[in-house]
């Protein structure tokens, strides 16, 4: 029969390995900044800590599905250090037109992904036209990584909830959670030990 340490020990492995696969993971929903409320906000390197940068991109109050998005011409942004694996984000375009979207990354990879929507100039019945969806979620996979994304379209496309995450392992800092939890069990199982020995 087991004793309940032995259960304690296989809890804090299994929240312990969950919270390594969640730290992998990043999302950016862009209501922590406070835009222009007239001309917009360029956005630049406000989350080069996240591993991010846009170089095209202006971020406006209230016209995303969560609060504040990024638009403008066009959006384009790209990823420094470890690149990740799986990039997301929803897109959407005020006139019901299509967005279109490109990744890249090493090894030569490119991805472009094009939303539902009409083409400005097109009659109704043109068959590249499709009927327009709010909130599309546009996404990116890549073994080698992303190292960059740009977002154009005939109007303006705005972007919102970024995602992405990295491969299994290839984040090298662990987080504060982890270091906590490590932290708290250590301390947990030297007072059981002590207490045991009592």
Known sequence: MRSKNSYLHFFVILVFSFLCKATNAITIDFDDL?????????LRDEYATLGVIFEAGYLIP????????VTGPSVYFTFTGVLPTYVSFISNNIDGLKNSATAK??????????????YR????????????????RIEFRSEFGISSIGVSSQTTPFID???FHYTK????????AILFILGLSGVFFRNRKLSCKK
């Open 105 to 118: 990354g090493p090894n030569g990879y490119e991805e472009l992904i094009i939303t539902e929507g009409w």
């Open 169 to 176: 392992g290839a984040v090298p800092e662990p987080s504060l």
């Open 34 to 42: 406070d835009p222009n409320e007239l001309d917009g906000y360029e």
């Open 161 to 163: 909830d970024l995602i």
């Open 62 to 69: 209230g016209s995303g599905p969560s609060g504040n998005a």
């Open 121 to 136: 100039g097109t009659l109704p019945d043109d068959e590249r036209n499709t009927p327009y969806i709010p909130n599309q």
